[in-house]
């Protein structure tokens, strides 16, 4: 059987993450992240571009200098003073990578390098080899690599292999490619350019046309070993792949990828709501993995199963990725199996039938005009419809039923 393989993650949320429209995060807000980002075990942490600022240089130098266990990464273009600049700040990193990019398409090279084919390949050759005075760990990339004429790729990647480059990315900087083209695309670049020497090929892929992930996903089938990827999937419009949606996909299908990450999954929920607060991106409740409503359930038929059987309608746990036990919403489509075990988690056991019913049908009114009920709520709308206790009785000590949080006033 053909042997799984290891897919390094390379986390590009202090990079091409920051670059999301309105954010900015400060300096310590970055060590964090990284921080976080080492506990998840990510193989790459890409902490930015050093020669766009002296905020992001010392941004990247504080990571390199602090941060431990993954390689970090600095992005540099094709000029001597990028390499310099992220060869500087990256001085204090026990695995330090230099991440040289260009482009590979005629609309970039026309009119945003204004370079001809044969410059672009001319200044890879040169670069790649400066970058490799600094390190041994070098990375290349051409942008819009999915837009651009495949004899030009070839030779281009083909450069920075035999340049020294030891990853080569494969930017669908503009999200065009659909998962079919995209594979293929890998599986050439494997075949034709890298033929079995020892250089990883990377994806990197955009959302625009929300394939990101199928994408990158696509890249691992066809021998891709390294996926750059983002936290909650932020990134240049409409974002970039989502790191837990790769990582739970080769997770939960290990069996149809044959390949595996080294990330801690128990940390993902953690970094994600540390990246959504200080980027100010709200993560969807649909988002996958991460989002509210990942784990919950509301519709009657659903939580029905989810209460016979978990794996009815869940295919992972979510404790799995660091988050509490999945839920049921108790809303309008909501039915009587997840009311009664919500009543019974609450204290409320054994209820006649008849009560139960009467309960059942308050709530679904109560519900189709607000919306789901808390707990608190639920307990509430009990207590209100109970048949109060005798007078006599105590409220605190006789009550079959557990008191609720604030007792509504005996009627
Ligand atoms: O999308 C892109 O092409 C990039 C490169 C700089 C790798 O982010
Ligand atoms: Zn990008």
Redesign the pocket.
């Known amino acids: 059987m053909e042997k799984e393989r290891h897919i390094r993650i390379f986390d ?1 949320t202090l990079r ?1 993450g920051e670059q999301s429209p309105g954010v900015a995060l400060s300096l310590d807000q970055k060590l964090e992240i990284a921080q976080a980002l080492a506990r998840l075990n990510v193989d790459i942490i890409e902490a930015g571009f050093p020669v766009s600022g002296p905020l992001e240089f010392e941004a990247v130098r504080r990571i390199a200098t602090e941060v431990k266990g993954p390689i970090i990464a600095a ?1 540099a273009r094709t000029h001597t003073l990028d390499i310099d600049q992220a060869a500087k700040a990256l001085e204090g990193a026990e695995k330090p990578r230099i991440h040289v ?1 260009t482009s590979a398409s005629k609309v970039h090279l026309q009119y945003m390098l204004k370079r001809t084919e044969e410059e672009v390949l001319e200044m890879a050759d040169r670069m790649v080899r400066y970058a490799k005075r600094y390190v041994d760990d070098v990375e290349f ?1 051409a ?2 690599v999915m837009r651009a004429d495949w004899d030009f790729v070839k030779r281009l990647y083909e450069v920075a292999v035999e340049a020294g480059a030891t990853t080569i ?1 494969i ?1 669908d ?1 503009t999200g065009y490619g659909t998962p079919e083209e995209y594979g293929a695309l890998i599986r050439r670049i494997r075949d034709e350019v890298v033929r079995g020497r020892d250089v990883v090929i990377s994806t ?1 892929t ?1 959302d625009d046309l929300g394939l990101a992930t199928a994408n990158a996903l696509a890249g691992v089938l066809n021998g891709a070993g390294q996926v ?1 990827c983002t936290i909650n999937g932020i990134g ?1 419009r409409a974002g970039n792949t989502a790191l837990e949606e790769v990582v739970m996909a080769l997770y939960v299908r290990r069996d149809f990828y044959r390949a595996y990450t080294q990330v801690n999954t128990r940390e993902i929920y953690r970094v994600s709501r540390l990246v959504e607060r200080y980027t100010g991106m709200p993560v969807p409740p649909n988002k996958a993995i991460v989002g509210d409503n990942a784990f919950a359930h509301e519709s009657g038929i659903h939580q029905d199963g989810v209460l016979k059987h978990r794996s009815t309608y869940e295919i992972m746990d979510a404790e799995l990725i660091g988050r509490r036990p999945a839920v049921l919403v108790l809303g309008k489509h909501s039915g009587r199996a997840a009311f009664k075990k919500a009543l019974e988690d609450l204290g409320y056991r054994d209820l006649p039938e008849e009560e139960l019913k009467k309960l059942f049908a308050r709530f679904k009114e109560i519900a189709e005009k607000k919306g789901p009920l808390s707990a608190e709520e639920l307990q509430a709308l009990v207590e209100s419809e109970r048949e109060p206790p005798p007078i006599s009785s105590s409220w605190s000590t006789s009550s079959s039923s557990p008191a609720p949080a604030s007792c509504p006033p005996p009627r």
């Open positions: 590009t091409d992005l990019f990339s942008q819009d990315n930017p900087t990197h955009h750059e240049e």
